[in-house]
């Protein structure tokens, strides 16, 4: 199982970005692909998590609203879009997968990650 996040970087309080995870080694009809992350000195959160199918999604409380997963299953890729960012979103975004839902993802670690991308927010 490989999962390759890119996408992060620099952006100010209000702006926009799109993280990108290419997910290969594995039968993506069986696994959700979903997002993580990681302040420094703070736990890791639940961010958005959505099945092969796209028919459901999970969203972490803290972003919900901003933020919108989307699968190009073609490509086995999976996408993260980040509306109207915050410094608190600065963080460490990880892609993950697992053969679970994402309503589980949001509560149990899942089996796979992937290297994460930085996001920084500025104030």
């Known amino acids: 199982v490989q999962l390759q996040a890119s996408g992060g970087g620099l952006v100010q309080s209000g702006g926009s970005l799109r993280l990108s995870c290419q997910a290969s080694?594995?039968?993506?009809?069986?696994?959700?692909i979903g997002w993580f992350r990681q302040a420094p000195g703070k736990e890791r959160e639940f961010v958005a998590g959505?099945?092969?199918?796209?028919?459901?999604?999970e969203y972490g409380a803290a972003v919900k609203g901003r933020l919108t997963v989307s699968k190009e299953n073609g490509k086995n890729m999976v996408f993260l879009r980040m509306n109207d960012l915050k410094p608190e979103d600065t963080a460490v975004y990880y892609c993950?997968?697992?053969?679970?839902?994402?309503?589980?993802?949001?509560?149990?670690?899942?089996?796979?990650w992937g290297q994460g991308t930085q996001v920084t927010v500025s104030s």
């Open positions: 080694g594995f039968t993506l009809d069986q696994y959700t």
């Open positions: 959505v099945t092969y199918s796209g028919l459901s999604r």
């Open positions: 993950v997968a697992d053969d679970t839902t994402p309503q589980a993802m949001s509560a149990i670690p899942p089996a796979y």
